[in-house]
């Protein structure tokens, strides 16, 4: 199975800052890497797939880049509505496996 | 619009079975693989299983295989899990997920709202 990390687990910061979360794969994934946020009580909402497109819908401050095994998400000013738990998930491969998370506070 | 809706959740005793639906509509519900994805309290997601939009290949997590099935009737737009032998460490909600693909249990761009599964004496 591959084996998703992400870094840090939790981040504490202010709106408007600019905030990056890593995850990495235990083996290469190619582009094959997907981004989710989860607020308290709700199903998760897709944010990036394919390592870098972004979802329709979803704010252009978000952004995602990678390939292989070491991604990214930035965030590049964080709005109050940003503060949520952020999960990376790797398509290559069944199992489908999902980082642990990362919680994103505020400040 | 895409909607998800869960159902079949509920306290069962370790041991013990229980069938979780998920209605779907907006969308061509044969056209899309689907998963079952949950979540332990206060823990991460845990992908559990998918199906093809046939329902002819299906896909388990290590920790379920043997134990749970998934399947599907695309003229009901259903999506279901079969659950037995359940664990204290199946307890979780339970989502359902769309993925974007007919074929391929990928990404996920839609999820129902889940749906608590209890396993406890």
């Known amino acids: 199975d591959i084996q998703m990390t992400q870094s840090p687990s939790s981040l504490s910061a202010s709106v408007g800052d600019r905030v990056t979360i890593t995850c990495r794969a235990s083996?290469?994934?190619?582009?094959?890497l997907n981004w989710y946020q989860q607020k308290p009580g709700k199903a998760p909402n897709l944010l990036i797939y394919?390592?870098?497109s972004l979802q329709s819908g979803v704010p252009s401050r978000f952004s995602g880049s990678g390939s292989g095994t070491d991604f990214t998400l930035t965030i590049s000013s964080l709005q109050p509505e940003d503060f949520a738990t952020y999960y990376c998930?790797?398509?290559?491969?069944?199992?489908?496996?999902f980082g642990q998370g990362t919680r994103l506070e505020i400040k | 619009e895409v909607q998800l809706l869960e159902s079949g959740g509920g306290f069962v005793q370790p041991g013990g079975s229980l069938r979780l639906s998920c209605a779907a509509s907006?969308?061509?519900?044969?056209?899309?693989?689907m998963s079952w994805v949950r979540q332990a309290p206060g823990k991460g997601l845990e992908w559990v299983s998918g199906?093809?939009?046939?329902?002819?290949?299906?896909y388990y997590a290590d920790s379920v295989k043997g134990r749970f099935t998934i399947s599907r009737d695309n003229s009901k737009n259903t999506l279901y899990l079969q659950m037995s032998s359940l664990r204290a460490e199946d307890t979780a909600v339970y989502y359902c997920?769309?993925?974007?693909?007919?074929?391929?249990?990928?990404?996920?761009?839609?999820w129902g709202q889940g749906t608590l599964v209890t396993v406890s004496s």
């Open positions: 997920a769309k993925s974007v693909d007919m074929t391929t249990v990928d990404y996920f761009d839609y």
């Open positions: 907006g969308f061509t519900f044969s056209s899309y693989a």
């Open positions: 199906i093809s939009g046939s329902g002819g290949n299906t």
């Open positions: 083996q290469s994934i190619s582009s094959y």
């Open positions: 394919a390592a870098s």
């Open positions: 998930q790797q398509s290559d491969s069944i199992p489908i496996t």
